[in-house]
T-cell receptor, first 109, second 116 residues
Framework: GDSVTQMEGPVTLSEEAFLTINCTYT??????LFWYVQYPGEGLQLLLK?????DKGSNKGFEATYRKETTSFHLEKGSVQVSDSAVYFC????????FGAGTRLTVKP | KAGVTQTPRYLIKTRGQQVTLSCSPI?????VSWYQQTPGQGLQFLFEYFSETQRNKGNFPGRFSGRQFSNSRSEMNVSTLELGDSALYLC???????????????FGNGTRLTVT
């Protein structure tokens, strides 16, 4: 069935460092791809999305490009802040929404 | 616009009891999905309701059930609680069905269920 695999955490970075969280997917159809972020004690918030191949989603300095040839949707940010500390989930949506295991990011000042 | 509201935020139950969780979607959203989140299993899909009909169901035992009312509010019920049911239960709404391409889910803050 459809599934998402994302890099295991935790990831610890210093402020202003470059961030990459890898995400690959397996799907029989042509899913939409999403990144969600979860802050402590809260539900998931949509960070960005892409609905077709070569689409780039972006929000709050985060970017991810839908790569059909490598079935990937890696999340990147050029300069992380302490406030970016959270758990990040990659997800795909075809018939229903499937999530990766989540990657915990900690940014230190 | 108010977000997705889940009640209660916290719940403590004993093994063998049953529990009902409530979710009010964003106004105008007709689809409600439920997820179970645990440290070991991550986010697992329970079921999705659209216009009072269950559209999709995850791989959970029959002790887990749900329903959706005509105003799109949804409830989830777990009977004969087990220790392993302790989790954060998340509800999410969207304007259309899960199959509507590109339509993201909007999540509530969840109900933290502890079974002792």
């Amino acid at each position: 069935g459809d599934s998402v695999t994302q890099m295991e955490g935790p990831v610890t970075l210093s402020e202003e460092a470059f961030l990459t969280i890898n995400c690959t997917y397996t799907a029989t159809g042509y899913p939409s791809l999403f990144w969600y972020v979860q802050y402590p004690g809260e539900g998931l918030q949509l960070l960005l999305k892409a609905t077709k191949a070569d689409d780039k989603g972006s929000n709050k300095g985060f970017e991810a490009t839908y790569r059909k040839e490598t079935t990937s949707f890696h999340l990147e940010k050029g300069s992380v802040q302490v406030s970016d500390s959270a758990v990040y989930f990659c997800a795909l949506k075809w018939d229903d929404m499937r999530f990766g295991a989540g990657t915990r990011l900690t940014v230190k000042p | 616009k108010a977000g997705v509201t889940q009640t209660p935020r916290y719940l403590i139950k004993t093994r063998g009891q049953q529990v009902t969780l409530s979710c009010s979607p964003i106004s105008g959203h007709r689809s409600v999905s439920w997820y179970q989140q645990t440290p070991g299993q991550g986010l697992q899909f329970l079921f999705e309701y659209f216009s009072e009909t269950q559209r999709n169901k995850g791989n959970f035992p029959g002790r887990f059930s749900g329903r959706q009312f005509s105003n799109s509010r949804s409830e989830m019920n777990v009977s004969t609680l087990e220790l392993g049911d302790s989790a954060l239960y998340l509800c999410a709404s969207s304007p259309g069905t899960a199959g509507l391409m590109g339509s993201p889910l909007h999540f509530g803050n969840g109900t933290r269920l502890t079974v002792t």
